[in-house]
């Protein structure tokens, strides 16, 4: 496909009115065609769209290197040779997300888009995987920008000799604007984007194209992740890796079939230019992804998949914390992410759930210390001079929920020598009422995490008698006067660790010095907990949508406990292989 500036808007969502936006739920496909996601008419706009950006004309071939050579220093930061943006970039950026912040809590906390950033080599394949991510974010009002609508327009000299210009150069592209136009779209203003002539080398007067914001925007271009400035507004950067060879290959099939070039011109422009760039520039930029995408055969699904399920996650987390203030979900990393895969997987080794699981739920307890009260407390370092610090304003205990909160006991004594842990054992119940390991309770249907806002925590009153019972309990003697950090790595229904809070506010702890901290908790257990103890956080990795009929955590990880003991049983259904080797 050639460059394309367009946005794709969910069917419900209203229409632009103007000519230009093309809002039509339509993509493209990577030659340029546009297709249509099955809801009926072909996209006018987007084929007027491509037709406007598509043209490349037939002349601009073969360039070397005497242009483009002023400013870039002030631009780019990616190699030694590359210095940073600019002294007042970093101040610049804090201010931006100050405005950011402002404009969500204006908007009632309609929070900020997803920006997406999509770098590769020419011809790696970054227009299709946009496309393709576009396609699976059905849902999601996206935005895709092109690097190339931001060209600079050329001057006269430039043009008389086109042959001789860079395009691969970072100076060919005119990177305020486009920052300008990201920061807009962030701030969910309306933005005017370029359309570039490729046949006249300039912007088409009087047609820019009108793109409203979007929930999620993607930007893609050779170097999007080798610029500070852009890279710094993404909040997912993804690299498209593909072979040299293939690319040449690719830009060959698509420069003669699609732009008329001419066999020599294109390797001569390939030669002189996009591979010295692309060694200089891009592929240093590759260190900057958080993934990169191998794209040499077929069309990697399966990264696909990932990164729409992790933008959709982090859309839908990002509402739950707008409704409940006092729930902390841990930046949505792909580090976290990644751990998450393998605890997750039916099919990983027992020593290897222990070792990502103690990871994550290190991670967790060190952020959940984070919400602690802490008073000022100075210090004399040993140059003799004073360091004012913090310490722990009051005393702390960790309560395990018996037995896989237990799990997490290593964790906290990690970070706090010697601290007090009490336990608790929750007698689980079934539907029935009776004894089982599992808690089991008809709950209301769990919607997608999108749809939380139409939970009604009045349906759901809990009449406080069918809570499960606490069988045993052994808390610190003066719990009272602690923070409590309440472990349990699993928030299902959160029936179990209502109980074992209402057990410890009977025991004087107060509600505000109670931290529940969790690897994955549940949409349902999140709304359970968040409403009925407003004072209380809730500190967890992750948040699944919803539960099985059985009151499992849906992905989940299946019985917590019993995989990080290894007394799964044999025919565990969440565990495979011989977990006895370990
Ligand atoms: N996985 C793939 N297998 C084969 N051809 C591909 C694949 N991905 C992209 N292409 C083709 O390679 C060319 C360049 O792809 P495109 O997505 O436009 O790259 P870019 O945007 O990085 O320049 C296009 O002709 C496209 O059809
Ligand atoms: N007038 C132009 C502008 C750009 N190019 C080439 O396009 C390449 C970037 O686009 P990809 O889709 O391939 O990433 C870049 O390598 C420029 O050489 C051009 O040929 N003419």
């Given at each position: 496909?050639?460059?394309?500036?367009?946005?794709?808007?969910?069917?419900?969502?209203?229409?632009?009115?103007?000519?230009?936006?093309?809002?039509?739920?339509?993509?493209?496909?990577?030659?340029?065609?546009?297709?249509?996601?099955?809801?009926?008419?072909?996209?006018?706009?987007?084929?007027?769209?491509?037709?406007?950006?598509?043209?490349?004309?037939?002349?601009?071939?073969?360039?070397?290197?005497?242009?483009?050579?002023?400013?870039?220093?002030?631009?780019?930061?990616?190699?030694?040779?590359?210095?940073?943006?600019?002294?007042?970039?970093?101040?610049?950026?804090?201010?931006?997300?100050?405005?950011?912040?402002?404009?969500?809590?204006?908007?009632?906390?309609?929070?900020?888009?997803?920006?997406?950033?999509?770098?590769?080599?020419?011809?790696?394949?970054?227009?299709?995987?946009?496309?393709?991510?576009?396609?699976?974010?059905?849902?999601?009002?996206?935005?895709?920008?092109?690097?190339?609508?931001?060209?600079?327009?050329?001057?006269?000299?430039?043009?008389?000799?086109?042959?001789?210009?860079?395009?691969?150069?970072?100076?060919?592209?005119?990177?305020?604007?486009?920052?300008?136009?990201?920061?807009?779209?962030?701030?969910?203003?309306?933005?005017?984007?370029?359309?570039?002539?490729?046949?006249?080398?300039?912007?088409?007067?009087?047609?820019?194209?009108?793109?409203?914001?979007?929930?999620?925007?993607?930007?893609?271009?050779?170097?999007?992740?080798?610029?500070?400035?852009?890279?710094?507004?993404?909040?997912?950067?993804?690299?498209?890796?593909?072979?040299?060879?293939?690319?040449?290959?690719?830009?060959?099939?698509?420069?003669?079939?699609?732009?008329?070039?001419?066999?020599?011109?294109?390797?001569?422009?390939?030669?002189?230019?996009?591979?010295?760039?692309?060694?200089?520039?891009?592929?240093?930029?590759?260190?900057?992804?958080?993934?990169?995408?191998?794209?040499?055969?077929?069309?990697?699904?399966?990264?696909?998949?990932?990164?729409?399920?992790?933008?959709?996650?982090?859309?839908?987390?990002?509402?739950?914390?707008?409704i409940?203030?006092?729930?902390?979900?841990?930046?949505?990393?792909?580090?976290?992410?990644?751990?998450?895969?393998?605890?997750?997987?039916?099919?990983?080794?027992?020593?290897?759930?222990?070792?990502?699981?103690?990871?994550?739920?290190?991670?967790?307890?060190?952020?959940?210390?984070?919400?602690?009260?802490?008073?000022?407390?100075?210090?004399?370092?040993?140059?003799?001079?004073?360091?004012?610090?913090?310490?722990?304003?009051?005393?702390?205990?960790?309560?395990?929920?018996?037995?896989?909160?237990?799990?997490?006991?290593?964790?906290?004594?990690?970070?706090?020598?010697?601290?007090?842990?009490?336990?608790?054992?929750?007698?689980?119940?079934?539907?029935?009422?009776?004894?089982?390991?599992?808690?089991?309770?008809?709950s209301p249907?769990?919607?997608?995490?999108?749809?939380i806002d139409n939970l009604d925590s009045d349906e759901d009153e809990l009449d406080?008698?069918?809570?499960?019972?606490?069988?045993?309990?052994?808390?610190?003697?003066?719990?009272?006067?602690?923070?409590?950090?309440?472990?349990?790595?699993?928030?299902?229904?959160?029936?179990?660790?209502?109980?074992?809070?209402?057990?410890?506010?009977?025991?004087?702890?107060?509600?505000?010095?109670?931290?529940?901290?969790?690897?994955?908790?549940?949409?349902q257990?999140?709304h359970q907990?968040c409403t009925k103890?407003p004072?209380?956080?809730?500190?967890?990795?992750?948040?699944?949508?919803?539960?099985?009929?059985?009151?499992?955590?849906?992905?989940?990880?299946?019985?917590?406990?019993?995989?990080?003991?290894?007394?799964?049983?044999?025919?565990?259904?969440?565990?495979?292989?011989?977990?006895?080797?370990?």
């Open positions: 496909m050639r460059h394309t500036t367009f946005s794709r808007t969910p069917p419900d969502s209203p229409t632009s009115s103007s000519p230009r936006s093309p809002n039509n739920p339509a993509v493209s496909t990577p030659s340029g065609e546009a297709i249509f996601n099955g809801n009926g008419s072909p996209s006018k706009h987007i084929s007027q769209l491509m037709e406007l950006n598509c043209s490349v004309g037939k002349g601009r071939r073969k360039i070397n290197n005497t242009n483009n050579t002023t400013n870039t220093s002030s631009l780019l930061e990616s190699s030694a040779s590359m210095p940073s943006l600019s002294q007042n970039h970093h101040q610049n950026e804090h201010s931006f997300r100050s405005k950011v912040d402002e404009r969500v809590s204006a908007n009632g906390g309609n929070r900020e888009p997803f920006l997406i950033g999509v770098a590769g080599g020419t011809a790696s394949g970054k227009s299709t995987v946009c496309n393709l991510i576009m396609n699976s974010l059905q849902e999601k009002r996206v935005v895709l920008l092109a690097q190339d609508s931001f060209y600079r327009p050329l001057t006269e000299e430039e043009r008389r000799n086109v042959k001789q210009y860079n395009f691969d150069h970072p100076d060919a592209i005119e990177w305020p604007l486009i920052v300008k136009t990201l920061k807009d779209l962030l701030l969910r203003r309306n933005v005017k984007v370029p359309v570039y002539d490729f046949v006249t080398h300039s912007r088409k007067e009087g047609v820019d194209i009108n793109v409203e914001p979007g929930d999620v925007i993607i930007i893609e271009g050779i170097l999007v992740l080798a610029m500070e400035a852009v890279r710094d507004l993404c909040h997912m950067k993804i690299f498209v890796d593909t072979d040299d060879d293939l690319r040449l290959a690719r830009r060959m099939k698509r420069d003669t079939l699609e732009r008329g070039r001419q066999v020599d011109g294109v390797i001569l422009q390939y030669t002189t230019f996009v591979k010295p760039m692309f060694e200089a520039y891009v592929s240093p930029s590759k260190r900057n992804a958080d993934i990169i995408i191998p794209w040499a055969g077929g069309q990697n699904s399966v990264a696909i998949d990932l990164i729409a399920k992790h933008i959709r996650t982090k859309l839908g987390q990002t509402d739950l914390r707008r409940y203030p006092n729930l902390v979900v841990l930046p949505p990393h792909f580090q976290i992410r990644g751990m998450h895969t393998i605890i997750r997987d039916r099919t990983v080794s027992r020593s290897d759930f222990v070792f990502y699981s103690d990871r994550i739920i290190r991670l967790v307890v060190e952020h959940a210390l984070g919400y602690l009260p802490f008073k000022e407390h100075q210090i004399e370092t040993p140059t003799g001079e004073t360091y004012r610090g913090v310490s722990f304003y009051s005393k702390i205990c960790g309560v395990s929920m018996i037995r896989s909160g237990e799990a997490m006991e290593n964790a906290l004594r990690a970070c706090c020598k010697g601290i007090k842990i009490g336990k608790i054992l929750v007698k689980r119940r079934d539907k029935d009422g009776l004894g089982s390991d599992l808690l089991r309770r008809e249907p769990v919607e997608e995490e999108e749809n406080a008698s069918k809570l499960p019972d606490v069988l045993y309990q052994k808390l610190p003697y003066d719990i009272s006067e602690r923070y409590v950090l309440l472990l349990d790595p699993l928030l299902a229904t959160g029936y179990s660790a209502m109980a074992a809070i209402n057990m410890l506010k009977a025991e004087g702890v107060l509600e505000e010095r109670i931290l529940f901290v969790s690897v994955i908790a549940s949409t257990g999140v907990l103890f004072r209380m956080k809730i500190i967890t990795s992750e948040v699944d949508a919803g539960l099985s009929d059985d009151n499992r955590v849906l992905p989940g990880v299946g019985e917590f406990g019993d995989r990080y003991f290894g007394t799964e049983k044999e025919d565990n259904e969440f565990m495979v292989g011989s977990p006895s080797k370990f």
